[in-house]
């Protein structure tokens, strides 16, 4: 394997909060190159955390520590606020989990497309406009002048979410943290919004890091799963071979879903082991 | 079949007034047996929570007619009716106040409706929940979102209903607290015998939850199925095997 | 800096209600109808108890005494352009009494009625005004009284009937205007805010050296102090003594004062079961520590005085005898104890909203608490504490009143004299009668006074009236005020007495 | 002697109140405090804010104790003094000492802002949270009302206490409190308009809870916090008009050594001797920020949005 | 015949529920006003102040008493004054102050301009310097930038209006002299400008006297920042409250993923999303200043609006006082509606 895009040693997060300490991430190491990696953890495993922590987004409480966090030339725990503004949107992008939050209410969507490519781009607004269009056009939006003029409010979730995919994508990063993109949203507009993210994917040659509590999904999507649990990486295995994982917590989360397919008086609950988080990293 | 716990018969619900009028929910006709558990399944804003909140009595204004036990509903619903009925919402963040401390959550539904053995009746509930006496003096913030969730279920049973609406109790939890809340509802409903009608957009928790299901397309019933239909994907409706597809799992398990 | 041919002044006027001189009760609508109206006889500015003649060139007594001619100025004219005649003034001083608000007492005291005035007062030719009266007065008290009086200023009848409304007399016209005879007249007059006097053209007595009177409304003692401070204004009327007494030692600016027919006196309702007693008024007496509070709260703004005439007045008694009282704890102490209240009482002090209310109640309140009695202090707008005097409905309260006459029977006739004292009489204006305080004998003093013409056994008269009022009188009259402001050196020949000021004569 | 109600020694009653486990309603109230009280002290501003508060409250409580002179003797040779040793803060217009006065004014001016808050937040929480919860016609009546008092002037509403119930301290505070409540009132219909729609208020509701209740226990301790701030905000102005009431014989009388009264009177020696009007506004100037400070940070600890 | 049949019909759904609910909205501004005319009145009147010795003096007889009760209405039943009041009002008189004779509308119409002058000025100051001082104070939240400005936002509220005013004379006009002082005016100007609008700002600009306008602007301006200096204070608490709240929204934390710099998210997503409540906070303190800041104008002998009406009442003036009063309410019952219009224009969600 050839240089990777990103590289993590041993990121720490730590909140210290009202003297109490919230280990959120610990330990966490991964390579990652032109893929599609996916973390899944339940609730609270520190998934967004060290999705954050890459773009520098952590709240002002974290503390954050690493032995690298090396994406292509740059420190991302060394770079300035300045530099940090440069790659934010345009080398690394982050598409957040709910649009219905994630987008400024009172803003046209198509103008918050259009100013995420202006923030990268000396170019006019007539320009902007165009390529703002043109990315809405992209993820399969069929009427982008009308929608280009419509306020967050007046979307559905799944466009809403595509809308960000837009936004988020329109400076054609070289890595795309993707964190619950499609939870808020039903199954079936689930299907449409990662199809569209895969092709704006393969289009570019983006790397792209998928957080989920949907093994499943993750499973269908990814090419490498990440498994967190409490802050720490537990497996760290090729998405085809997540039918076949070793870790008994990995089992345990794949069981507890329903399905179709085998039904079931019963569903199997995850034990948890505090073990776990000391056993030598994956 | 007897006479159903729950009839819901061309009901039809809409919001707004004049030219911004819409209707979201549109004639929609379903009975529930006693003891039965219904699941209602579509996408988001097909209008699944708008029946649910209905049926409580939290939007008085329907059209057509709701019937508990063949008896109409008024519109202003009385106490006995909440002894009935009982609600579980999809957001444990949401649906606890955030000031209450758990014993305070649980013992005002019996103030209300001046039930007695009060404290005897919150530990049998929270054991039955599978929480320990040590969270009834717990404020939610101290709570995890399963925990928070198992207190609002106590809440809704506490005061014995025979009828659970349940809307999207697991949709914000994460899958293993999923597994275990469902569990959960299981567990009671055939301790208790309830009667469950569920609202969910994840067909393969309905398929595990219920012995009846109704698909529902921008506030219509599209169709009746049973679980075994749905896994076999014997559906009528485009629509309802488009869902299917989109539901299928791809982790393929080994063994 | 001000404009050098004007004179600008800062004043509270918040009080002015109107200009119609049969209406006017306040200090400051007084002061300028004074210089916009001229009466038949003005003060000497040095004396106040002398007149010399103004719209009047001279005048003579009949030898009954109870006819005054008065010989009137010829080819007068209003600022209007009409000639001004005596039947003018003889309009304007029966109108007063057809209106009958409070300024008709000048005139109804001394025997003047609606019904009679048709008779008593006449203009036999265009410049001679004739008074005819009932008794015989003093002349002086006259000359004063109704004379000098801003209700025997000369208004311009055919102008003010022109707009007369609801046969007001004009009264409506004259809230906002004057239209008189007389050195200055109103050039505008702004609620709360201004007043803007000019020099009249047509007006033949001695010009005014400053052709326009500029007065700005300020409420604010220490904002008055700033502007005279900085030469905003030349002179500043409302000050407050600290504020004086820092003034008076700085370079351009100077404090000027003139000793007024006014008042301050704590006064006590005898128809309360307390106050019934004289006893009891005479140990309030010896509660207040005169010469202390002239020296600190009422310095330059009063000094103590305690009779009925004030000090400059016909009759008043000299200083020493005027003011027999002092602190004196024990006395009272013996005294109510006398009048069986070893123990103290407890009873209440109304006082309004001037600057001196609170203090002089709280120094009573004070003084009163060493020797067992409590009073319990009430603060009210003025109006409103007007209203509970006039209403009987008071305790005690703490209070001020003006004469309008240099002659101990200005007082005498409302402090002293009661006319009726039952409460269906409703002698409001009297604050003997306000006070329930009714004394048979010194009624008949004041009312024989009035009319004894020997001035040696008149001031006899007062004097013994004065010393058993001040022992038993309704009130405790604490102090005589000064009118005081601080001008700037600019500002030459300010003149004025107690009763009058004289804009005419300042120059700059 | 055993006496079963004294608390367990100091260590363990540390103990049981961090426990985070409590057994008891008490021990988790008592818990719910304790945390409070740490999330408190961790706001410096906040603590500062009660240490004057507290420096106050004890100053009006052992008024007596610390008092070096009569607050109503009044010396006339001596008014006006320069601060010394004798008069720490000097004397007023009539000999009084100020230092004193300052003290025992401390009783009567927390008593009339205390109580105008205590009266007029309930009035405003109440209208706000019945307005807002009902809407519709309900809220239409009662915002009108509101706005009517909002505009109704405060001065005529003071006169005719006076006139009604007579004067004194307690018709003052009764006056201003009925001027206070609007802007609660508008504060707490807002909240309540964002509370209304959450889900566990249609919980309750689905509990078969009463309009009255779900309003009393549910809606009015969302608000609270917010109110809590608004009010303590309008501390100087609350002080500031119950002197302002001082000549209209509503409000503390002479020689009641109230603060806005002292300030009102030293009003006209402001110029020649500052220092008379200096001690009573700052007094209030450091209490309303204590007041203010106290309420941030009670804002922030009780808003669960904060956790 | 068909096509235009159904535009009527749209149109009627969409003109006629907004017709009614404008009529509907007029129609309680109306009663409003009337409950607070009605309210005012009837407290007005049973005040113990005395409006006929308001008038007449201290020193008048009673039949002089009588007959000025009886000219000013007086003498009738509460009820009969109170109708002929509202009738009056109905046509829009609000009959003449009791103390000056003149029509309380010209009272108004002279004092209501010089406060709204001066509010309006304080209010662009308090605005202009609060709001962006509330939104620093949010951005660097607990930091010394935060208290400072905390602290001195509430030093301005909570020191005596009166005791700043004397104070800035003290410093502003008397020491320094940079400041024109007390009044509206210098004297030797006031007769130079004719009022048209009553503002002398713009009455000066109108008539293009600059000299004038420049002594206008120096005597207003003391009074208008310590105005200002209050609204500030309330303005940027409340601005900084707000702007806390959606500092710690989700978009917040998109809008940087984007790279946009922290200064540009502030101002052109955050701040967006609070002025809504930041103007009806500043329209709702602009409203409290109109109504008269009754000490400042007082120590400024600013012949204005609170002055009026505080004198009015105190000499139990209670036309004018009613009328006064009237004024008031429209202000709020007007800021209040223009604020609803603007919320539901700014932000689209409450359509
Ligand atoms: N601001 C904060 N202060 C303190 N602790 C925090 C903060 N933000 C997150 N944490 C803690 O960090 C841990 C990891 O949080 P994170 O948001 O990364 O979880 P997650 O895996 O994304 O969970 P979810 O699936 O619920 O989004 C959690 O235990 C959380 O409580
Ligand atoms: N109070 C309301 N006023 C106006 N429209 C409403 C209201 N409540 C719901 N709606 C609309 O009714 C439709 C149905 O809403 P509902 O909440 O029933 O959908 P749902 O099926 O529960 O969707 P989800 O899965 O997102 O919860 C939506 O389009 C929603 O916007
Ligand atoms: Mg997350
Ligand atoms: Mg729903």
Known sequence: MQDPLLSVRDLNITFRSEGRVTQAVRGVSFDLGAEKL???????????????????????????????????????????????????????????????????????????????????????RSEARSRAMAMLESVHIRDPERVYELLPHEVSGGMGQRIMIAMMLIAEPKLIIADEPTSALDVTVRRQVLSVLQELVDRAGASLIFISHDLNLVADFCDRVLVMYRGRVLENLPAAALGQARHPYTRGLLDSLPRLDHPCDELAVPVRDPAWLDAPAA | MTTPNLEVSQLSIAFGQGSSRVEVVKQANFGIGKGESYGLIGESGCGKSTILRAVAGLNPDYEGALLIDGFELPRRRSKEFFRKVQMVFQDPYASLHPRKMVQNVLIEPLQIMGLDRRQERIDTILSDVGLDQSFRFRFPHELSGGQRQRIAIARALIVEPELVLLDEPTSALDVSVQAEILNLLNRLRRERGLTYLMVSHDIAVVAHMCDRVAIMKDGRILEKLTPEQLRNGAVSEAYTSDFLAASAPAVVRAG | ETPANALVMAWNIDSISTFDPAQVGEVVTNELLQNTCEELVARVPSDEAEVRPAFAESWDVAEDGKTITFHLKSGAVFPSGNPVTAQDTMWSLKRVISLGYGNAAQLTDYGFTEENMDERITAPDDTTLVLKFGDVYPTSLLMQAIAANRVAGTLDSKLIMEHEQDGDLGNAYLKDKTACYGPYSLAQWNQGQSVVLEANETYAGEKPKLGRVFIRHVAETGTQRLMVENGDVDIARDLTPDDLRELEAKDGVYVTSALKPQLIFWTFNAADEIFDDPKVRRAMKYLIDYDALGDTVMQYLGTPWQSFAQSGALGALPKEEATPFSLDLDKAKALLTEAGYPDGFEATIYVGSLPWSAPLGQHVQQNAAKIGVTFNIEQMANAQFFAKVRGRDFQTGIKAWQTGVPDAHGNASRLVFNPDNSDEAKATQFPSWRASFYDETMNELVTAAAVETDVEKRKEMYAELQKDWMDNGEMAVMFQTYFVAAARDTLKDWTWNGFQVYYGMASK | MTDISSPPRSGSLGTWLRDPNPTSPLQARLHQSWRMWRKLRRNGSALLGLAILLVIALAALFAPLLATHDIFAQDLGNRLALPSGEHWFGTDELGRDIYSRLLYGARITLYIAGLTAVISAPIGLLVGAVSGYFGGWVDTVMMRVTEIFLAFPSLVLALAFVSALGPGINNAIIAISLTAWPPIARLARAETLIIRRSDYISAVRLQGASALRIIARHVVPMCLPSVIARVTLNMASIILSAAGLGFLGLGAQPPSPEWGAMLSSARQFILSNGFVAAAPGMAILLTSIAFNLVGDGLRDVLDPRHD | MTKSLSATGRGRTIVLPRLVGGLKTLGSVLVTLLGLAALTFMIGRMLPIDPVLAVLGDNATQDAYDAMA????????????????????????FGNSLLSGRPVADEIARVFPATMELATLAMIIGTGIGVPLGVVAAVYRNSPIDHVARIVSLLGYSAPNFWLGLMGLVVFYSVLGIVGGPGRIDMIYEFDLQPVTGFFLIDSALAGKWDVFGNVLSHLILPALILALSALAYVSRMTRTFMIDQLEQEYVIAARAKGIGRWRIVW??????VAVQVITVVTLSYAFLLEGAVLTETVFAWPGFGRYMTNSLLSGDMNSVVGCTLVIGVIFVVLNLFCDILYRVIDPRTR
């Open chain 5, 268 to 273: 052109t997503h955050v701040f967006r999303n």
């Open chain 1, 38 to 124: 996916g973390i899944v953890g339940e609730s609270g495993s520190g998934k967004s955390q060290t999705g954050r922590a890459l773009m520098r987004l952590s709240p002002p409480s974290a503390e954050i520590t690493a032995e690298r966090m090396q994406f292509g030339g740059i420190d991302l725990l060394r770079a300035s606020e300045r530099q940090m503004m440069r790659i934010r949107g345009n080398d690394i992008a982050m598409i957040l989990q709910d649009p219905k939050y994630s987008l400024n209410p009172l803003m046209k969507v198509g103008k918050q497309i259009a100013e995420a490519y202006r923030m990268h781009h000396r170019v006019g």
């Open chain 5, 70 to 93: 009886a000219k000013m209405g007086l003498d009738q039943p509460l009820l009969v004054q109170f109708a002929d009041y509202l009738w009056n009002i109905l046509h829009f008189d």
